[in-house]
């Protein structure tokens, strides 16, 4: 039987999902279907449960049930858990399980796909809504020399950072913190680049070589990557193969087997 899978948001219609999981089915010859799924904000629960009973073994989860997934799932990845957002569930014997990939698509995307290796380097983050949140701990995990977080609200810096300070040389601050200081890697988790808004980087906030990653995608240059061009940045990425890298991830956990992004990126663009 051809096994089923899904992803739900509202708005779908958008979503890549469907595209991306089939091409990496077509990589190992994998006999599965990927549907699209439409949920309003009271309906998420009657859906995801009507879809396992239909005998569906894993979804993805998009704006805006990343919450509601949390809420639903029976277990969950220390990675859902720090990034308190989930965007893949597997369906099994022992429930709902909840993971949050978003991260791990991140750091894949920058060490094997431009590789560029994050231990003992200098990462700045700016922002710390959830998309910040997401990425944090695999970053962590990247074992960087010093991470700082910096955010136009200040203290939601620091709350993200709250319960972090002893994982690392950790520090969060206002923007203006990234002043005199110097970066490996540098990624935009604000959505300014969504409202084609300027951050304000000082110059020299991109060390020689560097990288400049927006997590967004799909519009050519944003604001902070030709921003960071202009300011020395070695190296400019959109968030393209962020969202390859998660989707990825999430196909590894359902089906043991890692996908090749490359050629997925190749289709994509
Ligand atoms: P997301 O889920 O995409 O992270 P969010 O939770 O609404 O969305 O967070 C948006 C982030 O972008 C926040 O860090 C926000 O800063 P504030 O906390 O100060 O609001 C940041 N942001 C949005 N527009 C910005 C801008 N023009 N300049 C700087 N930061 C901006």
Do not use: C
């Not at 894993?58 to 990845?77: I, R, Y």
């Not at 110097?182 to 935009?188: A, K, L, Q, S, W």
């Not at 967004?216 to 202009?230: C, I, L, P, S």
């Amino acid at each position: 039987m051809t096994d089923r899978y899904a992803v739900i948001g509202n708005p779908i219609a958008q979503s890549k999902s469907p595209i991306l999981h089939t091409a990496f089915a077509r990589q190992f010859g994998h006999d599965l279907r990927y549907e699209a799924l439409l949920a309003e904000h009271d309906t998420f629960t009657e859906v995801v449960s009507r879809f396992i009973a239909e005998g569906g073994k894993g979804m993805n989860v998009t704006a805006p049930f990343k919450l509601a997934a949390l809420e639903f799932a029976d277990t969950l990845s220390d990675r859902a858990q720090a990034a308190q957002a989930i965007n893949t569930l597997k369906f099994g014997p022992d429930g709902v399980y909840g993971d949050n990939t978003d991260g791990i698509g991140l750091v894949s995307d920058i060490q094997d796909r431009l590789g560029v290796s994050l231990e003992g380097r200098r990462l700045l983050v700016i922002g710390a809504g959830g998309a910040a949140r997401g990425i944090l701990l695999p970053l962590l995990q990247a074992a960087p020399d010093y991470l700082l977080l910096v955010n136009r609200t200040e203290h939601k810096a620091h709350d993200l950072l709250a319960d972090r300070r002893q994982a690392g040389k950790i520090e969060a601050g206002p923007l203006g913190a990234v002043a005199g200081g110097r970066f490996d890697v540098v990624i935009n988790a604000t959505s300014a680049s969504l409202s084609g808004a300027h951050l304000p980087l000082a110059s020299g906030v991109f060390a020689p070589g560097s990288l400049a990653y927006d997590l967004v995608y799909g519009k050519g240059d944003t604001a902070f990557m030709a921003d960071a061009r202009e300011l020395g940045a070695g190296r400019v990425s959109d968030g393209l193969g962020m969202l390859v890298g998660q989707a990825a991830e999430s196909y590894r956990l359902w089906h043991g087997r890692q996908p090749e992004v490359e050629p997925v990126m190749a289709m994509l663009r």
